[in-house]
């Protein structure tokens, strides 16, 4: 069925008895040419590149829970590509750009928001950084514009540029990040995928991978055996739990992210801003919600929930810069679990075994990537080959000392 | 989480800074002929389980010294906390 204002006119007329459900609830068949396991944004998002650029079927996404449940509908729904390294710019500017086409190429409205996102600046060492960060992302081919103190105050007139205790001193922004509604980037490449013929199996738990003399024949479930030309793995936080059913120790910790939202306030912060001198970034969501976060909590942790100290340092942050915060009243807080890599960047690619293939090590940053992750993870499981974009994203590369740090803090999870 | 500290007693775990896996007291050797292997594993793989962690923390914020603690990662419950320096020395690192 396809979407459009037309239809919701036509089914508002008629009572809204013609929709039909999304996605199908399909039984595992035996085998598959290509199992991905991990139904959240990267996974089902793999599938959809994998049906519909690079001509595959027989395809599953098997999900131990309901799709959507995981990171991709817990994140601050915050896209951007302004990344300094490059091995990372080109990757996540290809991924704004699969953003920006994104709602055609599903026929499903995302809310794809080009609201802009503002990284202030509160010293002249870190309008230096900025400056070069800008540069970079420039020469990569996506947009950076430096803005002045006065041209922050005309767009933000709440901020105190006159006496704050981190003085603002001007802002990097790309006016082409912004917001994207983060279950509808689930459901819509669901929706597709599925259309395609993909099989989207949900409660259905990995428990296993079968290996025969160093090749993956499919997977044990919850749900029985199901046998796979090739086996994608693209389960975020759980990565180390999955892949140590194949003996692999991986280059991950798994931490918790909390995030935050206010109850529902008239418009009042147009973009997205993240202060400078601390750990603190927030959006305005179309209900009106203030929707914010920090730093990781910075132990290892599968709990799905965080604890105190992170969140003072939040309101900290959010106190410094947003003073009006304070006066709204928080609606809900919540936690999700990041594949915290080695050097802060992901991995997408084949592992020792063949016909097993590992995407991971996202971070707090993934949801940016999850068109690009998709396309890369699609064009590896269906060529043998990465990405152009992608050849950075190696398992050997803390081998090789080839590691991608934006931040330069080197083998320390929780400070990435 | 309140750590229960073996010479301070409970203390709050803000002050403390979190430092990873406790088998990172197991330096390998840096000697040894398969070195480059061994630190590799060493300084970028992780076990990372689901349930029961030896971690290290650091009492940054207090009299500096270094804890195993045996922590819950689904749970964050702690069950256990030692001195570093015990348990470095019952693993025969230092004298
Ligand atoms: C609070 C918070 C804020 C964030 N903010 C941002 C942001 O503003 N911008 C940004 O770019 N990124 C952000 N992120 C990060 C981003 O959400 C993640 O990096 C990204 O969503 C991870 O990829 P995913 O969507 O595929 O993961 P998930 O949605 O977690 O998908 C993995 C799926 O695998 C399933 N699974 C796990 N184990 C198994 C198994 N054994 N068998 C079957 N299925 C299994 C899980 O149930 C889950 O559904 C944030 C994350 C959090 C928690």
């Known amino acids: ?416 | 989480m309140i750590i229960d500290h073996p010479l301070l007693g409970p203390r709050d775990s803000a002050e403390f800074t979190y430092m990873g896996d406790a088998r990172l007291i197991d330096r390998p050797n840096p000697n040894d002929t398969d070195a480059a292997a061994t630190f590799f594993d060493y300084a970028y793989l992780r076990d990372n389980p689901a349930g029961w962690h030896r971690e290290l923390w650091f009492h940054e914020a207090g009299d500096r010294s270094w804890l195993v603690v045996t922590r819950n990662t689904l749970t964050h419950e702690i069950s256990k906390v030692e001195l570093a320096r015990d348990v470095a020395r019952a693993q025969g690192r230092s004298k």
Request: proline residues 4%; aromatic residues 10%; charged residues 20%.
């Open chain 1, 1 to 416: 069925m396809r979407y459009s204002g037309f239809r919701v006119i036509k089914e508002a007329l008629s009572g809204h008895k013609g929709w039909t459900p999304a996605w199908r609830d399909p039984e595992p068949a035996e085998h598959y040419d290509i199992v991905i396991i991990g139904g959240g944004g990267h996974g089902l998002a793999t599938a959809h590149y994998l049906a519909k650029e690079f001509g595959q079927s027989r395809i599953a996404v098997i999900e131990k829970g309901w799709i959507g449940g995981g990171n991709v509908g817990r994140n601050t729904t915050i896209v951007r590509s302004n990344y300094l390294l490059d091995g990372n710019e080109p990757f996540y500017e290809m991924s704004l750009k699969l953003w920006e086409g994104l709602e055609q190429d599903l026929n499903y409205n995302a809310m794809v928001s080009q609201r802009g996102i503002l990284n202030l600046i509160h010293s002249d060492g870190q309008r230096d950084a900025f400056t070069r960060r800008g540069n970079a992302m420039i020469l990569n081919g996506a947009d950076a514009d430096m803005l002045s103190t006065a041209d922050i105050k005309k767009r933000y007139p709440f901020l105190n540029t006159d006496d704050a205790r981190f003085p603002i001193k001007g802002g990097l922004a790309q006016h082409r990040g912004g917001t994207v509604r983060h279950d509808a980037v689930a459901w819509g490449y669901a929706r597709s995928a599925d259309s395609r013929g993909v099989d989207i199996i949900q409660n259905c738990e990995v428990t296993g991978f079968r290996i025969e003399n160093g090749v993956c024949k499919g997977v044990e479930t919850s749900r029985g055996f199901i046998g796979a030309g090739k086996v994608g793995c693209a389960v975020a936080g759980n990565s180390s739990r999955l892949m140590s059913k194949a003996n692999m120790r991986l280059p991950i910790e798994s931490h918790v992210l909390q995030a935050f939202v206010s109850e529902g306030l008239k418009p009042v912060l147009p973009g997205v801003i993240t202060f400078g001198a601390g750990h603190f970034y927030c959006s305005q969501s179309d209900k009106g919600g203030l929707v914010f976060g920090g730093d990781i909590d910075g132990y290892n942790s599968y709990a799905q929930r965080g604890n105190l100290p992170v969140v003072e340092d939040v309101c900290e942050g959010a106190m410094a810069i947003f003073p009006m915060l304070g006066r709204a009243r928080l609606l809900r807080m919540w936690g999700g679990i990041m594949d915290m890599s080695m050097d802060g960047s992901p991995i997408i690619d084949k592992t020792h075994i063949d016909g097993l293939f590992f995407n991971g090590g996202w971070c707090y940053g993934g949801f940016k990537a999850t068109p690009a992750s998709g396309m890369s993870f699609a064009h590896l499981l269906a060529k043998g080959e990465p990405h152009p974009n992608a050849t950075a994203y190696r398992f050997d590369r803390f081998e090789k000392g080839l590691m991608i740090d934006e931040k330069g803090m080197g083998n320390q999870p929780n400070l990435h």
